[in-house]
T-cell receptor
Framework: KNEVEQSPQNLTAQEGEFITINCSYS?????LHWLQQHPGGGIVSLFM???GKKKHGRLIATINIQEKHSSLHITASHPRDSAVYIC??????????FGKGTHLIIQP | KAGVTQTPRYLIKTRGQQVTLSCSPI?????VSWYQQTPGQGLQFLFE???????NKGNFPGRFSGRQFSNSRSEMNVSTLELGDSALYLC?????????????FGPGTRLLVL
């Protein structure tokens, strides 16, 4: 069973700061997902990665398959980026395995 | 294109009762996965259906079951409810393989067991 660790668990930053959230996993995977969950429960899929790097607006996700590590970066952070960011990995018969999430608060 | 819909959105039950939750995937999506989210355990995989067949199952007791219909709509059932079943239940749809494709999540059903 894959173990997924996210860091930090909680992060408070000022508007405009560069944000990095990390995710490590224990077993080789076919893909890694970054999800965003706002208060109220709705989850949005931000990225699905199997190698390299992806960018969407101010969000950048990278993955290092050899190191079993991924990072999610937010440039020019904004209060609307405040949410829980969840890393999830898939590759076996256990469906997706999720990290505990990173609670991000961006203060104006 | 309509998103993933779940009904009901909120539900209150008592211990020992059973409950059925429904999920309608995005049109054209054949895979539906179910997840349970609690403050203590976070998100956990329940099961995945593809073309009316259960493809994978998470580590949950047999009280949790599901099915998928020919139109890809899915239901999950929890029998003999326990207090610990109080959670947000989310379903997500994908074209075929949720582990390797973008999943689209529904708004969830919030279940409270008293």
């Amino acid at each position: 069973k894959n173990e997924v660790e996210q860091s930090p668990q909680n992060l408070t930053a000022q508007e405009g700061e560069f944000i990095t959230i990390n995710c490590s996993y224990s077993v080789g995977i076919s893909a890694l997902h970054w999800l965003q969950q706002h208060p109220g429960g709705g989850i949005v899929s931000l990225f699905m990665l199997s190698s390299g790097k992806k960018k969407h607006g101010r969000l950048i996700a990278t993955i290092n398959i050899q190191e079993k590590h991924s990072s999610l970066h937010i440039t020019a952070s904004h209060p609307r980026d405040s949410a829980v960011y969840i890393c999830a990995v898939g590759g076996g018969a256990d469906g997706l395995t999720f990290g505990k999430g990173t609670h991000l608060i961006i203060q104006p | 294109k309509a998103g993933v819909t779940q009904t009901p959105r909120y539900l209150i039950k008592t211990r020992g009762q059973q409950v059925t939750l429904s999920c309608s995937p995005i049109s054209g999506h054949r895979s539906v996965s179910w997840y349970q989210q609690t403050p203590g355990q976070g998100l956990q995989f329940l099961f995945e259906y593809f073309s009316e067949t259960q493809r994978n199952k998470g580590n949950f007791p047999g009280r949790f079951s599901g099915r998928q219909f020919s139109n890809s709509r899915s239901e999950m059932n929890v029998s003999t409810l326990e207090l610990g079943d109080s959670a947000l239940y989310l379903c997500a749809s994908a074209r075929s393989t949720p582990r390797q494709e973008t999943q689209y999540f529904g708004p969830g059903t919030r279940l409270l067991v008293l």
